[in-house]
C-alpha cells in the first residue's frame, strides 16, 4: 500500500505538497518523513544523480521520480509493485504541472501547495488495492516499464550524502584554521618586530630628548 507521499522542489529541497493523512498507520512516520526529507536534501545539493529511483528502508520502499525540477515521492509496503508506485507517481505529476506549474518556481514558503492533497488522497485510494481491473491492467502495461530504476538502501543513498558533508565540513574547518594560523603568525611576527627595534626607538628618543634639553639649555 501507499503510506506517504511528498512533493519538493529539487533546487533547494523546498517541500510543495503532501499527503496530509499519510503516516497514520505507520509507526515511526515521522522518522521516515525525516528521512525522505533527507533525500530530498540530497538531491538538491546533486548528491543523488538519478532522475528516478527506489531507495529501500526498513520494511518500506521510496519511490521517487523527477519532472521539471520537482521531486514526486511516496513511500509504499515492499511489496506493493513497483509498476503502480511510478504510476501513481505519474498521475500525480501530470496534475500537478496542469495546475501549479507556472508557480513552482516562484514559491517561496513551505507547503505552498497544501491544497493539492485533495488530489493526492483521491489518487491514493485509486492504488491502494492492487486486485482492481485498473491496477491489474496498469501492471498488464507492457509500454510503461521500470526494470531500469535503479534500487539502493537508504543508508548507502543517504550516507554519500553524510561523507560529502563531512568531507564540505572538514574543508571548511581546515579553511578556518588556516585563517586562524594565518592571523597568529602576523601577530608574532608584528610583535618580534616590536621587540627587536623597541629598545633602538627608546635609545633613539632618548638621544632626540637629550639633544632637545641642551640647546634649551645653551
Known amino acids: 500500500m501507499v503510506k506517504l507521499t511528498m512533493i519538493a522542489r529539487v533546487t533547494d529541497g523546498l517541500p510543495l505538497a503532501e499527503g ?3 503516516g497514520r498507520d ?3 512516520a515521522d522518522f521516515y518523513k525525516q528521512q525522505a526529507k533527507s533525500l530530498f536534501k540530497n538531491l538538491s545539493m546533486g548528491q543523488i544523480g538519478a532522475s528516478r529511483m527506489s531507495v529501500e528502508t526498513g520494511p518500506y520502499v521510496f519511490h521517487y521520480n523527477i519532472e521539471g525540477h520537482v521531486c514526486y515521492l511516496t513511500m ?12 501513481y507517481l505519474e498521475d500525480l505529476k ?13 514559491a517561496a514558503r513551505p507547503y505552498a501547495f497544501i491544497k493539492f492533497d485533495t488530489f493526492i488522497q483521491k489518487t491514493k485510494k485509486l492504488y491502494q488495492d492492487t486486485r482492481t481491473q485498473r491496477n491489474v491492467t496498469k501492471l498488464n502495461d ?3 516499464e521500470v526494470h531500469q530504476i535503479m534500487t ?4 548507502e543513498v543517504l550516507g554519500v550524502g553524510e561523507k560529502l ?6 574543508s571548511s574547518r581546515l579553511t578556518s584554521e588556516s585563517r586562524i594560523y594565518a592571523d597568529k603568525s602576523r601577530d608574532l ?3 618580534a618586530l616590536i621587540r627587536k627595534w623597541a629598545p633602538v626607538a627608546i635609545v633613539i628618543g632618548v638621544v632626540i630628548l637629550l639633544f632637545w634639553a641642551k640647546n634649551k639649555i645653551w
Open 76 to 87: 509504499c509496503d515492499r511489496s506493493y509493485p513497483k509498476k503502480l508506485a511510478f504510476q
Open 142 to 144: 507492457e509500454l510503461y
Open 94 to 106: 501530470n496534475e500537478f504541472e496542469r495546475v501549479n506549474g507556472s508557480q513552482i518556481e516562484t
Open 189 to 191: 611576527n608584528r610583535q
Open 165 to 170: 558533508d563531512q568531507v564540505s565540513q572538514m
Open 26 to 28: 505507520v509507526r515511526d
Open 20 to 22: 496530509l493523512d499519510d
Open 152 to 155: 539502493r538502501n537508504v543508508q
